[in-house]
């Protein structure tokens, strides 16, 4: 009875994950308006565009959804904008060419800082190992001198007091 509720189960989990590509692979306004910088001079993303009378943002929404009506893809609808508009108009950079930086650099950029703080850290802790043996090899003949000293002088002290 167990087994056949998780086959039951399993079943259905599969058929729902069958079924969520075809409502995922139809894009729509609000998807594709997250990609693109709205061209009002406000740097924003068409969806988030907050100026009440932007013209750009209605007009590029039009497009999207005159676009989406016709049945073109996501990707034909953003290289249309793109050759209309230019490169500037995408949220992100294109992954490709010299844009490529744009997107490894910044992880570059945290493995160099983390190779930097390792070695950085390797030579405090070298240093701290190396003056722990240096403090150990004192002798205790030195420590006596250093006793003696220590002694003599705080004597000299309050012989003479403080000023």
Known sequence: M??????????????????MPALAATPTVADISKELICQCGCTLTIAN?????????GAMTTVIKDKLTQGQSEDKIIQLL???????????????GFNLLAWFLPFAGI???????HITI????????QSQIN????????????QKRLEQ????????GFR
């Open 2 to 19: 167990r087994l056949k509720k998780i086959i039951i189960i399993s079943a259905i989990c599969f058929l729902l994950l069958a079924g």
């Open 49 to 57: 565009c907050t100026h009440i009378e932007c013209g750009s943002r």
């Open 82 to 96: 793109v050759s209309q508009y230019g490169e500037s108009v995408l949220a992100s950079p294109l992954k490709e």
């Open 111 to 117: 493995l160099v800082g983390i190779g930097i703080i």
């Open 122 to 129: 390797k030579k405090w802790v070298k240093k701290g190992k």
């Open 135 to 146: 403090t150990e090899t004192v002798s205790e003949e030195s420590e006596d001198v250093y």
């Open 153 to 160: 002088e705080l004597k000299e002290f309050t012989e003479v």
